[in-house]
């Protein structure tokens, strides 16, 4: 009788051990993908970034502005350029996801490209038919655009990291492991109105 | 680059998820894209050669009306297969929380996935019970799309979080250049007004504009309501005065070109739907065929007419309004052509052409983050095990 009561409890324990044993192997897998897509969201926004500020420069120096505009806009662009290879984002993403405080730089950005690049410059800019400054242009307008997309991507794949990681689960067992807690990344990325379109 | 697209709607029956659908994949395949849509539908019937089957769609009461949705284990076969076999770079989803074929594909898909949502009905059940079932699954969607800020709105409600706002789309060209119709085309003592969508569903509001009808009549007497949508109006026409009833026109369920060249060819379009109402593409064709809009305040219209700086907006329900709206802009062709002009212009935005161009920009950002992560394949049994869990997204 008491043979049979301890082979219960036995096979009892061991069944409980092995689906909790599934269960954080499971969130802990969980977490990991949604740590990988918050990653993979901070790159693509750092690559559209990068693109940004490359296309900005070169109509900078495109000789089509005014010294003044185009001045303005290296500066602008320049500072974005030397922060991303200052503090490449492979270490960003190794320490856990930071921005490395380039919110400031690319707000910069963002509004000096909308205080130049008015109606009327862009019209009177594509109106000279300049294959450069054209291509440059677009370029501006393609790359602002997934700046606007990625960082809401991102932004989203953080929240939901920081759900889950919310979880009592995950923060008993540790789940996450050293991973640092993503942060949401919030800057100015309006578009000029003449590159919405 | 390979693009499977899943409409969750029958495909035989008409409606704006289905059309939405249908235009993008046409255009991406124009664009040299390859498309590949899955949808519930009559395989009987004739199909475009993008289209594949998912199976035939069931009636079924969800969410507070009857919709026609496929479910069960032949359709989930049949989802995995033509994953499968597509090798898609992306999967976009349309309305992945309805039960039906997107939520399967959601479940089973490996690929980036991008979502789009559409509906904007307050008492959304579905996305609510989504919690916490289905939130495994969501979090393989990589980039969520909101067709408007009231839809956006929804989701941040039962889903929380953001989207990216991608309006839907229309082929403005198609609009611009359709024939007038004699027979449709007001004059001054005779001007005509046009209303577009189902006759027998009271959302639309077709019972709004017959209640504003007799204002219109007491200033223009040979004034002429064309209606043009599917459904019996024998039972609204039947209560209303005679006068109203003469003046106007059911037209039925009518072509695209028809409804191109009513829009063309009318006064004024008048939309005075009740509600839900996630977008309003019915007033940017009318916007691009030039047709002045007068529309119920709706917040998705509001939106559409730029704020309202591109149409007259009228208090939603209110036939008094409406018949004051439309005696206004009836009496005042300089501030008609104006509207016309500036609605013309305002329809470019919602351009296929533009519109496209953004759902392609959110594929290529979504796939360079997909490409950045870290391939790391699962080792061994366990892992596989525990990644494996269907609507998780292992692989």
Redesign the interface.
Not at chain 1, 39 to 44: D, L
Not at chain 2, 368 to 374: I, K
């Given at each position: 009788m008491s043979d049979v009561d301890i082979l219960q409890v036995t096979t009892f324990v061991v069944i409980v051990l092995i689906v909790a044993a599934?269960y954080l192997?499971?969130a802990a897998?969980?977490l990991d993908?949604?740590h990988?897509?918050a990653?993979?969201?901070?790159?693509?926004l750092d690559?559209?970034l990068v693109r940004r500020a490359e296309a900005t420069l070169e109509l900078a120096n495109s000789g089509a502005l005014d010294p003044a505009t185009a001045l303005l806009l290296a500066d602008a662009a320049t500072e974005s350029v030397e922060r991303t290879t200052e503090h490449p984002l492979a270490e960003d993403l190794l320490d856990g996801q930071h921005f490395g405080g380039r919110e400031e730089v690319e707000s910069a950005l963002s509004e000096v490209l909308s205080v130049t690049l008015t109606d009327d410059v862009v019209t009177r800019l594509r109106a000279d038919g300049d294959e450069l400054v054209d291509e440059s242009l677009d370029r501006i307008a393609?790359s602002a655009?997934?700046v606007?997309?990625?960082r809401?991507?991102h932004?989203?794949?953080v929240?939901?990291v920081r759900?889950?990681r919310g979880k009592w689960v995950v923060r008993v067992f540790r789940l996450a492991g050293h991973a640092a807690l993503p942060e949401r990344v919030e800057f100015d990325d309006d578009l000029p109105s003449a590159l919405a379109? | 680059m390979r693009i499977g697209i899943v409409c969750p709607y029958s495909w035989d029956v008409p409606g704006g998820v289905q059309f939405h659908v249908r235009d993008l994949a046409e255009v991406f395949i124009g664009q040299g894209h390859d498309v590949s849509v899955l949808a519930p539908a009559d395989e009987d019937s004739d199909l475009p050669s993008y289209l594949t089957s998912c199976g035939r769609a069931v009636p079924v009461r969800y969410n507070g009306s009857v919709a026609r949705l496929t479910f069960g284990p032949v359709t989930s076969a049949r989802v995995t297969r033509w994953l499968e076999t597509g090798g898609f770079d992306v999967v976009h989803l349309h309305e992945p929380v309805t039960p039906s074929v997107s939520l399967m594909a959601l479940w089973a898909a490996e690929e980036p996935v991008v979502a789009t949502f559409h509906t904007s009905t307050v008492r959304s059940r579905a996305m609510h019970a989504a919690n916490p079932l289905l939130r495994?699954s969501l979090?393989k969607i990589?980039?969520?799309i909101a067709v408007s800020e009231d839809a956006a709105r929804t989701v941040r409600r039962h889903l929380?979080?953001?989207?990216?706002i991608i309006p839907n789309g229309v082929h403005v060209d198609a609009f611009d250049v359709a024939p007038r119709r004699p027979g449709w085309t007001g004059t001054p003592d005779a001007p005509t007004l046009a209303f577009l969508g189902r006759v027998d569903e009271p959302r639309k509001g077709l019972g709004v504009a017959l209640a504003a009808l007799p204002a219109v009549l007491d200033v223009h007497p040979r004034a002429r309501l064309l209606v043009a949508g599917p459904g019996e109006a024998d039972d609204l026409l039947k209560r209303v005065e005679p006068r109203v009833a003469a003046a106007t026109v059911v037209l039925g369920a009518v072509s695209d070109a028809d409804k191109a060249s009513l829009l063309r060819s009318v006064d004024a379009y008048l939309a005075p739907h009740l509600g839900g109402e996630s977008f309003g593409i019915v007033l940017v064709e009318a916007m691009a065929a030039g047709a002045p809009v007068v529309a119920s305040d709706l917040s998705a219209f509001v939106a559409v007419l730029d704020g309202g700086r591109v149409g007259v907006t009228f208090e939603a329900g209110s036939a008094a309004a409406l018949g004051e709206a439309v005696v206004g802009l009836l009496a005042d062709p300089a501030r008609r052509e104006h509207l016309s002009r500036e609605g013309r212009d305002r329809a470019?935005?919602f351009d296929w052409s533009?519109v496209s161009g953004?759902v392609m920009?959110?594929y290529?950002?979504?796939l360079?983050?997909?490409?950045?992560?870290?391939a790391e394949p699962p080792r061994g049994l366990?892992?596989r095990?525990?990644?494996s869990?269907p609507g998780?997204?292992?692989s």
């Open positions: 599934w192997s499971y897998a969980r993908r949604l990988a897509k990653e993979g969201a901070m790159s693509a690559a559209q393609s655009l997934r606007r997309m990625a809401r991507f932004n989203d794949a929240r939901e759900r889950v379109r | 495994p979090e990589r980039a969520r929380g979080g953001d989207t990216y470019r935005t533009r953004q920009a959110v290529e950002t979504v360079e983050g997909a490409h950045a992560e870290l366990w892992s095990f525990v990644r869990v998780t997204g292992g």
